[in-house]
């Protein structure tokens, strides 16, 4: 009898490791993907950022306003090269909650802007799903850090 109840408990103590381990793969995809995206869009790969972001996907930008996935990826065509010369992540913090993953962090842009040299720093939120066995972004906003 104690013999099944030491295997008992020790199921029980094992299911909160094992759901942390699943939780540290997910983080890691997450953060490995947050970083594809940023590469995808410097080297403006529509197709890799479509496969990235989900076709109903809400895109806040650091100035409030809203776009779509079909409207973001339109402007990654505008956008030429050498205006962003650099967009890369200083921070990326992820939270698993089942299929849901949530990635904080900090992103630093510098690029050239009416002949102007800059460096900006936004704070970002991205909402990530599972989806088939793949993780979409359904949702991301950026928010100005001043200091």
Known sequence: MKVLCFCALVGVLAVPLFAQENNSSTESKIIAIEKAWNQAYKLRDKKA??????????????????????TFLAGVDAAKPSEEQQAEPESISVRVFGDVAIATGVFREKGVENGKPYVRRNRFVDTWVSRNGSWVCVAASATPVLH
Not at 52 to 64: A, Q
């Open 49 to 70: 950022l479509s496969g990235i972001l989900h076709d109903s996907m809400v895109l806040v930008n650091d100035d409030g306003s809203l776009q779509s996935r079909t």
